[in-house]
């Protein structure tokens, strides 16, 4: 069925209008009758190849193909042979190479002289983001294209042009259609495949869902627990707990698990999100995760995942703060512009004589014998311009530190003005 519905012209293709429209980049450039190299970049089962081959087909080029999974140096040779070829005589190559990031460095190189002299026309196919996975000088050369994962409407109009050509109706109820469509999950070469399953059914009556769901297995959700959704929905779970959201996170969280993901690696994500988005405005947060983690490690799954999952709504429901973020990064950028100032003397231990004799803890004041138990002597470097790191926010326990930092800071300023 693939092979019956494979479109014969770009007008033919089902969605990424983004990019195949008349204003859009392979519009633009099929209009102009200058075609550049390309990399495709986007979900299995959105078209990639197809519109390689019909690219091939409307510049009159020569269509080649190959795999990064199975070709080699001694292959991309022969091809760069051929391509040469065809080129003194004329004759344009538009070099599609599938899975293109899965070509080393050296590899992806190679194919850079060819591009230049207008050997090949590269367009390289990818579910990886480029930025990650593609050699620079690759990158520069070539535009990338982003497909993106095919509409509910898109899989609905290839349901229709299926059943157009093999002049029969899917036996599904409407509701059951409805599912098809979500069992493909955004994957057309997917939705064709089910279409094929279901036609081949002999039915009295439509399938309802219940009875679709009995014959089919739903589809499992594109995960990669090394690749791009692994990313895309930690970012999605640490950015829906940022933003105070625990039905979001709560989503995200879901979805990761039903993907596969370890819940240990959850476990410290949420860790590191107590610490990086929450710290003192709820200095509780990171032992929660902390105590949650511990409680997956003793009961295991399912339990233990409900204990992650309780951490989450936790997180998200906290006060937020990054003052202690900033202030340590702050902090650590003074350190590093600031060299190795030494501290002043009188907060140095004096343990020799000789340390004694060149001022090492003279004029130091001790701070428990000190009014309100507070020098309000310098501990920075001599010479330095008192820096301020740190300052709370008016939400959760910062605000009570707020309340600290200023008190100690009227202090400070107190007994400075009485020492001058």
């Given amino acids: 069925m693939a092979d019956r519905l494979r479109p014969q012209s770009l007008s033919e293709v089902i969605g990424q209008q983004q990019v195949l429209g008349p204003d859009a ?127 509910e409407a898109d899989l609905a109009a290839l349901c229709v042009r299926a059943e157009q050509e093999m002049g029969r109706t899917l036996p599904l109820t409407e509701a059951a ?58 970012s999605a779970l640490h950015k829906s707990v940022r933003g105070s959201d625990p039905d979001a996170a709560l989503y995200w969280y879901g979805r990761m698990l039903e993907g596969g993901e370890d819940p240990r690696y959850l476990a410290r994500r949420l860790v590191r999100m107590a610490v990086e988005d929450i710290g003192l405005a709820d200095p509780q947060a990171q032992s929660f995760c902390l105590h949650a983690w511990e409680t997956y490690e003793r009961i295991g799954s399912p339990e233990g995942e409900l204990a992650l999952a309780q951490a989450v709504i936790y997180l998200a429901l906290a006060p937020k703060t990054k003052a202690g973020y900033v202030a340590y990064k702050a902090a650590r950028e003074l350190a590093r512009k600031s060299g190795s100032l030494p501290p002043p003397k009188h907060i140095l231990n004096a343990p020799t004589k000789l340390m004694k004799d060149q001022g090492y803890g003279e004029g130091y004041a001790y701070d428990h014998d000190a009014e309100d138990g507070f020098s309000g002597q310098n501990y920075f470097p001599d010479g330095m311009a008192r820096p301020k790191f740190y300052d709370p926010v008016e939400r959760g326990f910062e605000r009570d530190l707020k309340k600290r930092v200023d008190y100690f800071a009227g202090l400070r300023a107190k007994r400075q003005s009485g020492r001058e």
């Fill in 177 to 234: 259609r409805l599912a098809l469509i979500e069992m493909a999950d955004g994957d057309g070469r997917t939705m064709l495949n089910l279409i094929e399953q279901v036609l081949a059914w002999r039915v009295a009556t439509p399938l309802d869902t219940d009875a679709l769901t009995t014959r089919l297995m739903r589809r499992a959700s594109k995960y990669d627990k090394s690749g791009d959704e692994h990313y895309n929905l930690i």
């Fill in 25 to 151: 980049p392979l519009g633009v450039m099929l209009a102009s009758g200058a075609l550049s190299s390309l990399i495709l970049w986007g979900p299995p089962g959105v078209g990639k190849t197809t519109i390689a081959r019909l690219l091939a087909h409307e510049t009159e080029l020569h269509f080649e193909q190959v795999s990064a999974i199975f070709t080699g140096v001694p292959d991309l040779r022969k091809v760069f042979d051929a391509a040469k070829l065809r080129h003194k005589q004329g004759r344009g190559t538009l070099l599609f190479v599938d899975e293109i990031h899965r070509f080393n460095k050296a590899q992806q190189d190679s194919f850079l002289p060819h591009m230049e002299d207008g050997t090949i026309v590269l367009v390289g196919a990818t579910t990886e983001n480029p930025s990650f996975e593609l050699n620079a000088a690759i990158l520069s050369r070539a535009q990338v294209l982003v497909l993106t994962r095919l509409t």
